[in-house]
Structures are given as structure tokens and as C-alpha cells.
């Protein structure tokens, strides 16, 4: 098994990191050389479908492709800067220059400067930095080391982008380039190679999808045993073996209106990132004129991946639209909310520890429904709601979610600290602060 990894940066970056990753034999290791940061979005749009995992050179495009939205923390990673990538550079520039007390420093942290300097005697030396959390234009960082040269508050500027650095010795100012040290290198590649074995055998876990003809308390006494509601079904079943075909999965009936394709979870996420499963509802309510819902199980063993199937469908049927719900090895669950795969509602099925134990020892709703109201008051970024906006959130009835706040209130998961008037008419609404 060869783990796929891009190496992204500038030349002699990826070069250096190539050299030290030799010693992986796991990794295959393929670079992708710019010239300028932005240069970092078309190489991995082109170039992702090729790549298990990115390494990138720095923080720069690191964080420009996450601000484009193009990687996640599971899948790439670069080398941190530290301060002892500093104070070689600083050596180095002492040396060259003859020695100087001024210095401007840009992308390394405020902290790591002063653990430098605890740490070693740097004399007299002032260093200006330019301290960021994520990604900046190289006009800005290349603006903030040319104001105070030329202010005459510095004499060296130290940077951290090759951009940066070129542009700054083509205006004359003397310019030394920290990058990352082989330790920090080595650190992020023995990463990557446990990242990228993880992954591999989370890909060869079992997964198992279910679909369920969704009725209606009518349409099940009148057409779950005629000819017409088989008809039905056989059509879904054409629809399936098309399915399970292209998942390279085994399909079974397990009952009347109860389908399960046996797959593994890499074929099923693959699918899942082409909008793929939403698209398989809408064809078999085209096809056979019938609703249905899916679950999808994942588990270490098949009885692991079919019970959590089971559960996944048992969600499934507290939604009035057809849904998707998975639940995987931990019991995470997951409501994928649209075609694009990436738009989920997550929650866990429990709440570990002896205090939320002890908490929901007598309680009247389940620890799903309290991780699902956690997980929306953080993606909504709001802590303050009534039982009106935990109704919608939920899509359930305004009565069911006052019940809810009202239990929540209770285990000490929430407070009234006020009212609201919805208009002219109408009773008071209980305004609550989440404390979850």
C-alpha cells in the first residue's frame, strides 16, 4: 500500500522535503512547484483526484487552500515554524551583515519569539513582528518590511515566503528566509504516513447501505401484500442492482420494502462526495413511484456495520422528507442535508462520562437530541433561542420543543433569563441560554 502525498511550495522547499522523505518507503511523494502562493488553488483542483494527503511547505498555502475551501485538517499538513528555524536564520544574517540591532519578522508567533528569548541571549537585538494567525497576501507582508526599512527602523528583514524574499532583495533591502527545520519536517511526514494508514483501513471498513420504502399508515394496508406494490419494487430493485454495481457492492432483500447493498466505506464516500446517494432517492421515486429513505452503517465487522445500519434507519423515519443518515463505528451520527456531501448535521448517539450519565439517568429525551441542539447552536453561532427556534432547527412542533427546553432546563442544560412578545397578541415566549 502506497500512500499518495503532494508536496506543495517552492522549489527548494519541496525539493528539502523530498530529500527527507526518502526514508518512508510508504509514501509516494509527488511534487507541485509555484512560483506565487495563489498558483496553490489550481494545482490542487487539477490535481486532487491523484492525492490521498498535501504537504504543504508552510503556513502561506496552507491556509490559502483552506481558505478556498479545497482541503480539511484530516487531509493536509505542514511543518510549524519554530524558533529554532529563527535563530539559524538570525546566525546566518548576523554573520553576513556584519551584525545589526534592528530586524523585521514576519508569519512566526509573538509566542515563539518569546520563548526565544528566554530561552538565548539575543543582546540588544529588537525584532518587529509581523504575527499572523493564518494566510496574508504577500503585498501586505512584503508593505509591512518595506515601511520600516525605509523608516530607517530596521535594518534586515527576516520572512518566512519565498515571495516575499525575492521581492524584498529586488528593492535592494537585505532579506533572509526562514523555512522549517528537518525535525519539523520529519514530524509532519511520520504524520502523514500514520494519517494515511488510518485512512486506508477506514476505507477498507464495511459499510452497509440500507433503503426503506417509506409508508404511509394507509398505503401499508392497502398495498404492502398486492401485485402492484411488488411492481413497485421491482422496479427499485433495477435501480439498486444499477447501484450496487457501481459501489462494486453485494445487494440483498432483507424484507418486503428493506433493501441493504454490502460495501466497503471508501466506495461509499467516494459516492457520497458525487452527490450521488440523493440522486439514488430521486430515481427510485421516478422509477417505482414510491418514497423511501436510506441509512447507511459502518463498522469493523459486518455485525457492527448492520446494526448501525439499523440505527441509521431508525433515525431515518423521525424525518418527514426522505433522508440520508449514517451512523459509523462510534455512533456518530449524520444527517447529510443535500446533494453536495458536505452539508451534515452531526451528532453522537451518547454522552460519555459520569456526569452526563448521572444527568440522563431519569431524563425524558435522549443524549442525541441534546448533541444535536449542541451541534446546531454552534453552527448557527447562537446560544441564546426559544423553543420557536429549536422547533425549526429540529423541524419538529413548537409544543415538542418547549417540552424539550423545558427538560433541558431541568438537567441544568440550559436557563431562562428572559421573555420575548412574539407580536401584539399571543403569550410571552421563554427566551433560554443554552449551557451545554
Not at 132 to 143: F, L
Not at 145 to 174: D, F, M, S, W
Not at 402 to 408: G, N, Q
Amino acid at each position: 500500500m502506497k500512500i499518495r502525498v503532494g508536496v506543495v511550495g517552492p522549489e527548494d522547499s519541496v525539493r528539502h522535503i523530498l530529500a527527507l522523505g526518502r526514508e518512508h518507503s510508504e509514501l509516494e511523494m509527488t511534487p507541485y512547484i509555484y512560483k506565487e502562493t495563489k498558483e496553490t488553488e489550481n494545482i490542487i483542483r487539477e490535481y486532487q483526484a491523484d492525492i490521498d494527503l498535501w504537504f504543504f511547505s508552510g503556513q502561506a498555502p496552507y491556509y490559502f487552500a483552506r481558505s478556498k475551501g479545497l482541503i480539511r485538517d484530516e487531509n493536509a499538513h505542514y511543518p510549524p515554524l519554530y524558533g529554532s528555524s529563527l535563530l539559524g536564520t538570525l546566525l546566518e544574517a548576523h554573520i553576513r551583515e556584519g551584525g545589526f540591532q534592528h530586524a523585521s519578522l514576519d508569519t512566526i508567533q509573538q509566542s515563539e519569539l518569546d520563548t526565544l528569548r528566554n530561552t538565548y541571549f539575543l543582546g540588544d537585538l529588537n525584532i518587529h513582528s509581523f504575527s499572523y494567525n493564518e494566510y496574508e497576501p504577500a503585498e501586505e507582508i512584503i508593505r509591512f518590511h518595506k515601511k520600516l526599512y525605509e523608516e530607517g527602523k530596521t535594518q534586515v528583514a527576516l520572512t518566512c515566503v519565498l515571495e516575499v524574499y525575492e521581492r524584498l532583495k529586488e528593492n535592494g533591502i537585505p532579506c533572509y528566509r526562514v523555512v522549517p527545520s528537518p525535525v519539523a519536517i520529519k514530524l509532519v511526514l511520520r504524520y502523514l504516513k500514520e494519517r494515511g494508514q488510518s485512512n486506508w483501513y477506514k476505507r477498507s471498513q464495511i459499510a452497509i447501505m440500507g433503503l426503506e420504502v417509506m409508508h404511509s399508515a394507509s398505503s401499508l394496508d392497502e398495498q404492502h401484500f398486492t401485485y402492484e406494490m411488488k411492481r413497485h419494487e421491482l422496479e427499485i430493485k433495477q435501480v439498486l442492482l444499477d447501484y450496487a454495481e457501481k459501489v462494486q457492492g453485494s445487494f440483498v432483500q432483507i424484507g418486503d420494502g428493506l433493501f441493504f447493498i454490502y460495501t466497503t466505506r471508501g466506495e461509499m464516500d467516494m459516492h457520497f462526495q458525487e452527490a450521488s446517494m440523493h440522486s439514488l432517492i430521486e430515481e427510485a421515486r421516478i422509477h417505482s413511484k414510491l418514497k423511501v429513505r436510506i441509512g447507511i452503517g459502518y463498522g469493523l465487522t459486518a455485525y457492527d456495520a448492520e446494526q448501525n445500519v439499523r440505527l441509521a434507519l431508525q433515525y431515518a423515519r423521525n424525518k418527514e422528507t426522505s433522508p440520508v443518515v449514517s451512523v459509523d463505528e462510534k455512533k456518530q451520527i449524520q444527517e447529510h442535508l443535500s446533494g453536495s456531501g458536505e452539508e451534515t448535521i452531526s451528532y453522537q448517539q451518547r454522552k460519555w462520562g459520569d456526569e452526563w450519565e448521572e444527568r440522563f439517568k431519569d431524563a425524558k429525551i435522549s443524549p442525541a437530541i441534546v448533541s444535536k441542539i449542541e451541534y446546531l447552536s454552534k453552527h448557527y453561532q447562537k446560544n441564546i433561542v426559544t423553543a420557536q427556534e429549536i422547533s425549526r432547527w429540529l423541524k419538529n412542533t413548537e409544543r415538542n420543543s418547549r417540552r424539550i427546553m423545558s427538560e433541558l432546563e431541568r438537567l441544568g442544560l440550559a436557563k431562562v433569563t428572559g421573555e420575548e412578545q412574539p407580536g401584539q397578541r399571543g403569550r410571552p415566549r421563554k427566551v433560554y441560554e443554552l449551557q451545554l
